[in-house]
């Protein structure tokens, strides 16, 4: 681990150390697609070149301050496009939501092996959507979401926006209440709405308690895209007077899928959805999602999940980077494994190490709104490593942890290959579990940029993390927060000295079969450790308990690791877990362990509702070659045992993870 104040004054750029600017960059041009000024909601694109008298490549970033704001990132530094001695940005596009007023583009053009840079700055005059005292509302480019605008009100007071279908039963639904801004208009996106259908939308003015409602418009949604390809949902057990109505919204995180992301009811109708090959990593307050994306990064050949994004309801990119800039921010910070992969040797040399893309999952739960995501690494070790027999070195995959501030920038990490030596740690020499190893290409494996010739043919999964959390202080224990990780290939869940930013990154305890805590088995289990298992979390904003989808695949092995095919049914199958630990005894105590049907061989996801009953994901259940299915499933526990009963169960395509959820603005805290 490394922070931030440890970083070296320049940049790592490719192999090129901080190497001295003789050449020269220009920007050439800078234009918006539709020349100012623009209503609130109007889509525009900002294409920039520059030259530059160097080689190159040129990089270009977009920063962006609205009226009466400071300057914050959009758009980190990404790889332009060379066309006649010209570099031409890749097409910048964004869609004014917020307040009317000038607003402020940047852009900067920068050469990283020189350290050259040239940067402009342009003016964009943004009109409010409401000239008159009644609110506008309209279409946006997905046909569920409308943007509705109201006159302003009251420094000191919240508004907010009320809807409901006119012709339906659903009770209305509200958006999150955003500060007054005198003068300025209030714009709000509204999103959870059934397509084509009619609703009634009204602000909700909220003065020192008192709330006054505003005059009334409608909104008609448009119908689903036929070109999209929705999916459809089987009701194996329908929500009855047990469920939790109160979160009456189902978020499925598409992944590796033809099928969008998709917000239903429950009864699987559709409320939003966003369609874009994406690993849909966690919704957020307020509206909007964070989204592990493909696209083309710098200093990579792949464009496998190169691209971190934060999105609007509507699908509009909020704040974005990518592995090149992040590369080159850990290596400034003296990370050994953390640049790019195109920049080692081949063959590799034992030793060699990097950063190949983002991986699994992307939070911002952090104090100060900071960002943490997990990135999937790798490093060449001597031949016979982990029991490796080929006579090669190999190449094992690790994972970072990379916590990033507001606008992206890289503060600290965590690289698990500089905590591999033993003891308390982690060790490199205890192999996956189950011996994964991947080949590019391989379901449910990234890229593996450093085999080939020299190395063993496979390299090895020996953690595949799939879940970060952060456990705030004092409820930790402690007065600083630490991260939890999920190691799936270890059936770990482990504790990371984090400290918001001062920890060394230690590994403090290590939970899970062979690891540093007991199980009190209190129903006698025959394997009643999790194994495999996939989105951890602690409840109750971080009081407890911690839920866990146990996926089982260790438990379900052949003996002497699992139970086998000689396993009763229960044993066999997927659990929905949550368990109460101690850090002072190190033992762990079950909540709740429950059969849930199904076994899911990978993927998953756990969570406490509001009214104490317990949502999991099953998110990949391989019923035949060519049927790979989720069942969204709630729990209602039986008292005073470690069972429950199914109050609702929606079979549908395979995702990664999913939500149960009160609306589409109040995500769950974990």
Not at 374 to 401: C, H, R, W, Y
Not at 453 to 470: E, Q
Not at 546 to 571: A, E, W, Y
Not at 585 to 603: C, E, H, I, N, Y
Request: contains cysteine.
């Amino acid at each position: 681990m490394k922070s931030l104040r440890n970083a070296r004054i320049c940049f790592v750029a490719l192999a090129v150390l901080c190497a001295p600017a003789y050449a020269t960059i220009q920007i050439r041009s800078m234009k918006p697609s539709l020349a100012p000024p623009q209503t609130i909601g109007t889509p525009i694109v900002w294409t920039v070149a520059a030259s530059d008298t160097a080689a190159g490549p040129v990089t270009f970033q977009f920063n962006m301050a609205p009226p009466g704001g400071s300057m914050a990132l959009v758009k980190d530094f990404n790889m332009g496009t060379l066309h006649s001695s010209m570099w031409s940005s890749l097409p910048f596009s964004w869609t004014p939501a917020g307040i009317e007023g000038v607003y402020q583009i940047q852009v900067v053009a920068k050469d990283f092996t020189t350290g050259e840079s040239a940067s402009k700055t342009l003016k964009f005059q943004v009109s409010p959507l409401v000239t008159g005292s009644n609110p506008v509302v309209i279409p946006m480019a997905n046909p569920l979401v409308a943007l509705f605008s109201a006159p302003s009100c009251v420094a000191g007071s919240q508004m907010r926006v009320s809807f409901q279908e006119q012709s339906g039963t659903a009770p209305a639904m509200t958006t999150s209440y955003l500060n007054c801004n005198p003068p300025n208009t209030m714009t709000f996106e509204v999103a959870g709405m059934y397509p084509s259908a009619t609703y009634q939308m009204f602000s909700q003015t909220n003065t020192g308690g008192t709330v006054v409602n505003g005059p009334p418009v409608t909104f008609t949604t448009g119908a689903l895209p036929s070109k999209i390809p929705f999916p459809t949902f089987q009701i194996n057990v329908p929500a009855g007077a047990q469920t939790d109505t109160t979160d009456g919204v189902l978020l499925h995180g598409s992944v590796r899928t033809p099928y969008p992301v998709i917000a239903t009811d429950l009864a699987g109708n559709p409320l939003w959805y966003y369609y874009k090959q994406v690993g849909f990593t966690r919704p957020l307050p307020g509206g909007g999602a964070l989204t592990i994306a493909n696209g083309a990064a710098w200093n990579t050949s792949s464009q496998e999940a190169q691209i971190l994004q934060q999105i609007d309801l509507a699908g509009n990119v909020v704040k974005e980077t990518n592995t090149g800039i992040i590369q080159q921010q850990l290596l400034a910070m003296g990370s050994v494994n953390g640049g790019s992969c195109s920049s080692v040797p081949r063959p590799p040399p034992v030793g060699a190490g990097c950063l190949g893309n983002f991986s699994h999952d992307f939070i911002q739960t952090l104090p100060n709104g900071y960002y943490a995501v997990i990135g999937d690494t790798e490093k060449i070790f001597p031949p016979g490593t982990q029991g490796n027999n080929s006579g090669l070195p190999v190449d094992i995959i690790g994972a970072m942890v990379i916590v990033m501030d507001q606008n992206l920038q890289v503060v600290w990490y965590f690289d698990a290959f500089e905590h591999d030596g033993g003891g308390t740690q982690l060790d490199i020499n205890r192999p996956a579990v189950l011996g994964e190893t991947c080949v590019s290409g391989q379901s449910d494996c990234r890229t593996e940029f450093l085999l080939g010739t020299g190395v063993a043919i496979k390299a090895n999964d020996w953690l595949h993390a799939n879940t970060l959390y952060y456990w705030p202080a004092p409820q930790n224990g402690g007065t600083m927060g630490d991260i939890i990780w999920s190691s799936r290939h270890q059936d770990w869940v482990m504790r990371i000295n984090y400290q918001d930013g001062t920890g060394n990154g230690d590994i403090v305890w290590r939970m899970g079969n062979g690891g540093d805590f007991t199980y009190n088995n209190l129903n006698n289990d025959p394997w009643p450790w999790f194994s495999h298992q996939h989105e951890v979390g602690i409840e109750n904003n971080g009081n407890g308990p911690m839920t866990i989808f146990d996926n089982g695949n260790t438990r379900v092995s052949p003996p002497p690791l699992g139970l086998g095919k000689g396993c009763k049914p229960r044993d066999c199958n997927s659990r929905g877990m949550a368990v109460k630990f101690s850090e002072s005894t190190m033992q762990v105590t079950p909540v709740l362990s429950v059969d849930l049907g199904v076994f899911a061989t990978a993927r998953g996801s756990a969570q406490l509702l509001s009214d104490g009953n317990y949502y999991f994901s099953a998110a990949l259940v391989v019923l035949s070659r060519t049927d790979q299915v989720e069942f969204g499933i709630e729990i209602l526990p039986t008292l005073n045992k470690l069972t429950g009963t199914q109050v609702l169960n929606m079979e549908g395509p395979q995702t990664y993870r999913g939500w149960q959820l009160p609306d589409m603005y109040t995500p769950p805290t974990t």
